[in-house]
């Protein structure tokens, strides 16, 4: 078992430092399905079914294709791009270490509600009690996440709309 | 018991997978002699007796074909593409059930591989990552028509998922599990999910269609615009595994049609022949009965393909988000309703 996870977290590693280094702009991508991929495989070696796989339908499924799309399209293969301005770098780094931030106090300090599940006894890796914990101890959280996924669709709608007005 | 558990599940593994390749390998020939029957012609009948051979030839022919690879910076995304194709559409047969079980040897034999919680979704996952065979393959390729094609199949595949996975989602209310074993016991005797999910099953079947590629879908090989889309600069063997990988996921795809909707292994007095023939008996007639389900959706591909024309693009596109994704979201909400009323 923890050779596998030695063995996953050595690919995540390193397809996640090739997605940055690497020139090509495909090349990237690819290598990020594959950081996709491994993930996923961590979340099944902590049993998560469900999790791992909506993990591939939802990244690797749907966003990297219509990033590949996009980049394909887009045709970015010259290299040496010029580098952005000096605030702009600043202003990328202090926002990803809020999120870190974030992210971290998240793990450390939130309660696992699963405990619960799993002292009555439930097998708290099926969809059922999965649902269970989303629909009733998380509705509310749950509820926001979808208004605010309805809001970012209904801000691309109006921005496609837009410059299709202008033009 | 571990042991046999390994043999077992090995023994059920390799057989879906020469089952998998027999079915494309003959497919081939089907659809040659049903498009020549369709256009009244004799189709291929030289290689044994009735062209029964011809699948070999075919294959025999690709193998010794000279091995081009274009002038491409990306030689090995360019060796990718197909493998992709192909390992994507061998992997869903996994999660399908072939039958309910067996008595064999003092114990029950499951016929299935593998049955795990949330097949339903990992079919969906095969299929949302079978795309990028193509797209890989295209672009790599290093040829405009390629890359066009590349980028159709891939918008087309997106947008018809959307609609395949809501259509899926009112059978899944209705029968309250994503495990695929579960909904084919669930139709046990004339209980198929096809008789309540009449508009899902409709919806379904058009987005399999846009899924495997086929007309009236084949945007992504439009031999009229795109010389031969993604596969283009591909020969040989290479080239054989993409069109092989299309036979292999019609043949998968007809089979979760037949497993979802229409009854998957059962059929009418299943019961009464388990009791009086015994268990084994039934099943091997249960299994029977799937393939002849199989074969009426594969023919169905290409008795579609061969009568109904390709769609324009744009045609493609407003079928697909303004028609089939409404339509799915309203299917949901009246089985909803439906459910709530009869409960």
């Known amino acids: 078992m923890l050779t596998l996870f030695y063995i996953l977290s050595a690919i995540t590693l390193g397809t996640a430092f090739l997605t940055i280094f690497s020139k090509n ?38 966003i990297m294709i219509l990033m590949l799309f996009t980049i394909m399209l887009m045709n970015l293969n010259k290299e040496g791009e010029k580098s952005k301005n000096a605030w702009s770098q600043i202003a990328a780094v202090i926002s990803f270490c809020l999120l870190a931030l974030v992210l971290l106090a998240t793990f450390i300090k939130a309660q696992q509600p699963e405990y619960n599940y799993a002292t009555k006894g439930a097998d708290f890796q099926s969809i059922k009690v999965l649902g269970q914990v989303l629909l009733n101890d998380y509705m509310v959280p749950f509820e926001f996440a979808s208004v605010l996924l309805l809001v970012s669709m209904i801000g691309a709608v109006l921005l496609s709309k837009k410059e299709h007005i202008n033009n | 018991m571990e042991e046999a558990i390994i043999i077992e599940k090995s023994v059920i593994i390799i057989a879906v997978f020469a089952l998998t390749m027999l079915m494309a390998m003959y497919s081939t020939l089907a659809e040659r002699k049903i498009a020549a029957w369709l256009q009244d012609r004799v189709g291929p009948n030289r290689a044994g007796k009735g062209g029964i051979l011809q699948p070999l030839a075919d294959g025999l022919k690709l193998f010794a074909k000279e091995e081009f690879v274009p002038n491409t910076p990306n030689k090995f995304l360019f060796f990718v593409g197909p493998a992709i194709s192909m390992s994507m559409a061998l992997m869903t047969s996994a999660v399908l059930p072939w039958g309910d079980k067996l008595h064999l040897f003092g114990r029950d034999i499951i016929l299935q591989a593998t049955d795990i919680d949330v097949a339903l979704l990992y079919v969906f996952g095969v299929l949302s990552v079978s795309v990028y065979g193509i797209m890989i393959g295209g672009w790599a390729s290093n040829n405009k028509f390629s890359l066009m094609s590349a980028m159709r199949a891939a918008s087309q595949m997106i947008s018809y998922e959307v609609a395949m996975g809501l259509s899926i989602i009112a059978l899944i209310m209705m029968t309250g599990t994503l495990s695929i074993r579960e909904i084919a016991l669930g139709q046990n005797g004339m209980n198929w999910n096809v008789f309540y999910q009449p508009v899902g099953f409709l919806i379904f079947l058009i987005c399999s269609f846009a899924e495997a590629n086929r007309t009236p879908f084949d945007l992504a090989e439009c031999e009229a615009e795109l010389i031969g889309g993604y596969h283009t600069e591909y020969s040989s063997m290479k080239m054989g595994f993409y069109l092989f990988a299309e036979y292999a996921a019609m043949f998968i795809s007809s089979t979760i049609l037949a497993v979802l909707y229409f009854g998957a292994y059962n059929y009418p007095g299943m019961d009464w022949a388990e009791k009086n023939w015994g268990v084994n008996i039934a099943n091997v007639i249960g299994i029977f009965v799937l393939f002849i389900k199989i074969c009426f959706f594969i023919f169905f591909y290409m008795w579609v393909r061969w009568t109904i024309p390709r769609f324009r693009y744009d045609q493609l596109m407003r079928l697909g988000w303004k028609a089939l994704i409404p339509l799915s979201i309203a299917n949901i909400i009246i089985t909803g309703i439906v459910m709530l009323l009869v409960d």
Request: hydrophobic share 60%.
């Open chain 1, 25 to 62: 702009p495909i090349h990237s991508a690819i290598y990020l399905v594959l950081c996709f991929f491994s993930i996923a495989g961590h979340y099944l070696m902590f049993n998560a079914q469900f999790l791992a796989i909506v993990h591939i339908i939802v990244y690797s499924g749907a």
